[in-house]
Nanobody, 122 residues
Framework: QVQLVESGGGLVQAGGSLRLSCAAS????????MGWFRQIPGKEREFVAA????????RYADSVKGRFSISRDNAKSTVYLQMNSLKPEDTAVYYC???????????????WGQGTQVTVSS
């Protein structure tokens, strides 16, 4: 089992920045690939970014490429999502998740955090 707790969400103006953190506990964090996803009420959860267990590979949704950056610190069992140049359409609940596979597919993630709200005002 892996327990994930997100933090760092909040209200920010368009053009601003936020950094989300996801702290993991339980089984060996460094053995899992990690992802960030987001969800708006009434819509399906969508992929935002993923990072391999070593941090050597990353992937991003086209909608955030060039603005968001995913990173991890295995010594601290934490994964981060740096979000710059935020837009109102980035408003959502953001979730981190852990998977034994390096993937963008929501259904292939095994463990999920409770989510943190990000609201971007225009």
């Amino acid at each position: 089992q892996v327990q994930l707790v997100e933090s760092g969400g909040g209200l920010v103006q368009a053009g601003g920045s936020l950094r989300l953190s996801c702290a993991a506990s339980g089984r060996t964090f460094s053995s899992y690939h990690m992802g960030w996803f987001r969800q708006i009420p009434g819509k399906e959860r969508e992929f935002v970014a993923a990072i391999s267990w070593s941090g050597g590979s990353t992937r991003y949704a086209d909608s955030v490429k060039g603005r968001f950056s995913i990173s991890r610190d295995n010594a601290k069992s934490t994964v981060y999502l740096q979000m710059n140049s935020l837009k109102p359409e980035d408003t959502a609940v953001y979730y981190c998740a852990a998977s034994s596979r390096y993937t963008i597919v929501v259904a292939l993630y095994d463990y999920w955090g409770q989510g943190t709200q990000v609201t971007v005002s225009s």
